[in-house]
């Protein structure tokens, strides 16, 4: 990201070379985007495979970010058009306002929304350095995400 920030910036220079060297500096980032992309719809897949072994609350996030690869995909994919193709409608200057909004500002704005949502109903998990050694030594068990004390009162069991 910080990559295509930069080559941003210098797409406003004045100086010609500065604007090349940005435009490269922009295809560049965005290479290095998709292989980002690639790699993380991998570790999803093989994730999703393992979906049963993932803890209660942890299997919302999940699904959250599996729904929203779609989206960014799309939203990477306007990327590659506007900095690879030479499509007018994808031009990031002359370009059609409603492709880019569809293709790139609502992709952002849901994936947010989204991502936003679900950590808020991520149940909080509490743990301590004494917590910690005490499961490292048998004396909490595991319910989900939740720590419970084995010698806990028989309601919270």
């Not at 930069?6 to 797409?11: E, F, I, M, P, R």
């Not at 991998?42 to 393992?50: D, N």
Request: proline fraction near 4%; charged fraction near 15%.
């Amino acid at each position: 990201m910080i990559i295509c920030i930069v080559g941003g910036t210098k797409l406003t220079s004045s100086s010609s070379s500065n604007m090349r060297e940005g435009k490269i500096m922009i295809k560049a980032g965005i290479i290095i985007l998709v292989c980002i992309f690639v790699t993380l719809v991998l570790l999803g897949a093989h994730t999703a495979t393992e979906f049963s072994r993932v803890p209660f609350g942890e299997k919302r996030l999940l699904t959250v970010v599996l729904l929203a690869m779609p989206l960014i995909a799309v939203r990477i994919a306007w990327s590659v058009l506007a900095y690879f193709s030479h499509l007018e409608i994808f031009n990031t200057v002359h370009g059609s306002v409603a492709v880019r909004g569809v293709m790139s500002t609502m992709e952002e704005f849901l994936v947010v929304i989204a991502y936003t949502i679900a950590g808020l109903m991520v149940p909080p998990q509490y743990e301590s350095p004494q917590d910690t050694e005490m499961a490292a030594q048998g004396k909490y068990e595991v319910r989900d995400t939740e720590y419970l004390p084995l010698h806990a009162p028989a309601s919270r069991r």
